[in-house]
């Protein structure tokens, strides 16, 4: 099973919701990430989980607040975020340690803060 | 630093045609890689990879790519395009892991249309 999932598939908040992000693999991966990309832009990074602790933050707003419960699930936690902030949220995970190995990017949650 | 240069924010092909897609790398030390593809409204698909085993990298869907150090260069082609091979396409690089936690840098991207 070579599938990240992600849930929702699209969300529609105000700008004082809270809302979370779901993420999940299990092809046994130990690096997970979340990716915001924009329209007709690249992904960035945001967050990298090595072994299910925070290892690289992206000078991220704490508007966006990262989760790794277990080594197969990855959350990212919304509150009070900003019109600017929709976007496609990716979430890709990988093996740790050896750059040739790919990142598998799951489909995405489209998020729109109105 | 490493990083990609994608050439041609849009490509336009006919159907049956070469796909060329330009990416160029800057790297001091051997580079890994990546070509990903993005359908709209889908996350990336890996299409293929360099590994420094091969320069000629055969990829999915009959895209290969060809790593020329001397050129710094890792361009994409497909001998004949399908309307279905319309999309975005990313180069990417990925970064160490001990450091940058493995990330990948993208180029900025091409849209490849397929005209009928």
């Known amino acids: 099973d070579t599938e990240v999932t992600q849930t929702p598939k699209h969300l529609v908040m105000g700008m004082t919701n809270k809302k979370s992000l779901k993420c999940e693999q299990h092809m046994g991966h130990r690096a997970m990430y979340w990716y915001k990309q924009k329209a007709k832009k690249p992904p960035e990074l945001m967050f990298v989980y090595s072994y299910e602790k925070l290892s690289i933050n992206e000078s991220v707003p704490s508007r966006f607040s990262p989760e790794c419960p277990n080594s197969s699930l990855l959350n990212l936690h919304l509150h009070a975020l900003q019109p600017e902030d929709s976007a496609l949220y990716l979430c890709a995970s990988s093996q740790v340690g050896a750059r040739e190995d790919e990142q598998y990017f799951g489909p995405g949650t489209r998020l729109t803060v109105t | 630093a490493q990083s990609v240069t994608q050439l041609g924010s849009h490509v336009s092909v006919s159907e049956g045609a070469l796909v060329l897609l330009r990416c160029n790398y800057s790297s001091s030390v051997p580079p890994y890689l990546f070509w990903y593809v993005q359908y709209p409204n889908q996350g990336l698909q890996l299409l293929l990879k360099y590994t420094s085993a091969a320069t000629l990298v055969k990829g999915i869907n009959g895209f290969e790519a060809e790593f020329k150090k001397s050129e710094t260069s890792f361009h994409l082609t497909k001998p004949s395009a399908h309307m279905s091979d319309a999309a975005e396409y990313f180069c990417?690089?990925?970064?160490?892991?001990?450091?940058?936690?493995?990330?990948?840098?993208f180029g900025q991207g091409t849209e490849l249309s397929v005209k009928p």
């Open positions: 990417a690089v990925r970064r160490p892991f001990y450091n940058q936690g493995g990330k990948l840098i």
